[in-house]
Structures are given as C-alpha cells and as structure tokens.
C-alpha cells in the first residue's frame, strides 16, 4: 500500500501535537525535520510517538562519517524509526548512518533527487542515479524522489529495484497525488495538510488516494 506520510513543518510543539492527533486515523506515517526540532527540542519525538506511528527524522544528514553517526545515534535514542540522509558525501558517511538505523531496527532513506525547481541545477546529469545506486549498494532502505517530476520516480526506480520510494513535493508544490500514489512507497505530503482550515478533513482527501 501507498503510504501517507506527514511532513509536519510547523514551529509550535502544541500545534504539531494538535495537528497529528487530528490527522492520525488518516496517515501512516510522521515525518519531522529542524524546523520543528530546531523550535521544541528532539524531545518533541516523545510527544508525537505516543500516537504510536512511526516517525521519520529528516535531517537530510550530511557529514563525515563520525559525526553522521553520533547524529543517527541521537536520532534513534529519540524514539525515531527512521533518518534520512543525503548519499553526496559519499559511501562511507552514508554507510554510518545505515548502519546505526539498522542497529537499532530501524530505516535509512537517501535523498536521489529533491523536489522544488532548483534541485535541478545539480541533480542532473546521472548524479540523482549515482546516489540511487550508492543507496542500493550500502543497503540503504530506499531513496527520496520528487512528486514534481514522475518521470524521474520512474527512472529511479529501475535502479533500486524492490527498496522503497518516498516522495515529497505532492499538493502545495505541485505533485498530483493521484499521479503519484501509483509510482512510489510513500507520498509525503505537508503545507496542503497542515496549513489547510481543517487537516484532518485535507489528510482524509489525500489517504483516499492510497494504492
């Protein structure tokens, strides 16, 4: 089944536990980055684990292998069951935070190719595959891929075979879910839901969209 994953940008710790418990029979999954880390503390992980869905750190990590690590450590000990990070440094600081997510009975996403129009003045011209197919090769759980540009989902997915796809960019950015839903793991979805008058109501439109 298509996931619905939250990405839940906000920057007030109430707001965010507000907005999950009302979206939370509609989503399968929570995804938080700084922006509300950076405003409540990693402990913000707690608040939102009680609902008891998994949650995604999007940290989009980007490190020498040492410190990845220590990053991906913390991560995990939050309470997080995954971490997303970029493959551009490299196999070896990539590896590290594998590593910890499996350790721990977690995932890893890498970030192939991001979604909004400058992505593009660097993830092109083979990159976004060569950090697809360094996610496969360190054993990475699955890529990051846009919503924005299907055609690039479908030419990721030739090289990760069976490892996950989760794809940001759907609604507010201009990803058409029902295109989407078709091609990848998991949409993430954001601004359209918890900016919308009634979140709940926004994050029921979009589950209707699961495959």
Do not use: W
Request: proline share 4%; glycine share 12%; net charge negative.
């Amino acid at each position: 089944m298509t996931e619905l994953i939250l990405a839940l940008d906000v920057t007030d710790r109430r707001r965010a536990y507000a907005i999950a418990c009302a979206c939370a029979p509609h989503i399968d999954c929570i995804k938080i980055g700084y922006p509300l880390v950076l405003a409540a503390g990693l402990s913000v992980a707690g608040d939102l684990g009680s609902l008891g869905l998994p949650l995604i750190a999007d940290f989009k990590v980007a490190d020498i292998p040492n410190t990845n690590r220590l990053i991906a450590e913390e991560v995990f000990s939050a309470g997080f069951s995954a971490l997303i990070a970029h493959g551009f440094v490299g196999t070896d600081s990539l590896a590290a935070c594998v590593d910890v997510a499996h350790e721990n009975g977690g995932e890893c996403y890498v970030v192939a190719e991001m979604s909004h129009p400058g992505a593009t003045e660097f993830f092109h011209g083979g990159v976004a595959e060569r950090i697809a197919a360094l996610a496969a090769g360190c054993g990475a759980d699955g890529i990051i891929a846009p919503a924005t540009r299907p055609a690039r989902i479908s030419a990721l997915r030739t090289l990760i075979g069976e490892k996950k796809i989760y794809s940001p960019g759907v609604g507010v950015q201009g990803g058409d879910a029902a295109v989407v839903a078709a091609l990848v793991d998991g949409m993430i979805v954001g601004r359209s839901i918890y900016e919308a008058a009634d979140p709940a109501a926004a994050a029921a439109g979009y589950a209707g969209f699961r495959r």
